[in-house]
């Protein structure tokens, strides 16, 4: 299985709600990691997202230390879909 990561800045123009953390993250820019499997047996090269990681707190926050969450890449997709609607 071969695994390929890619880095992107996201923002979020609302505060938004993770699941097991207390309070809200602020609305800005957050770095994002996704992590995409190769998908082995076709006739061409195709990659599936698998897991998306989100570092916290925000690019314009201070980085004295950092958090990184796990979570399926719908739900990050949720997310911004949640936001872009608000």
């Known amino acids: 299985m071969t695994i390929r990561t890619s880095q ?3 923002t979020f123009k609302q505060r938004f709600q993770l699941d097991g ?4 993250q602020p609305a800005g820019e957050y770095r994002v990691d996704m992590d995409e499997e190769l998908i082995e047996g076709l006739s061409f090269i195709a990659y599936r ?3 998306a990681l989100l570092h ?3 690019l314009s926050a201070p ?3 950092i958090q ?6 719908s739900a990050l ?3 911004l879909e949640r936001d872009a609607s608000a």
């Open 63 to 65: 980085q004295d230390s």
């Open 21 to 24: 953390f207390p309070g809200s």
């Open 8 to 10: 992107a800045t996201m």
């Open 68 to 73: 990184i969450v796990t979570m399926p890449p």
């Open 56 to 58: 916290l707190p925000a």
């Open 49 to 51: 997202r698998v897991a």
């Open 77 to 79: 997709d949720a997310m």
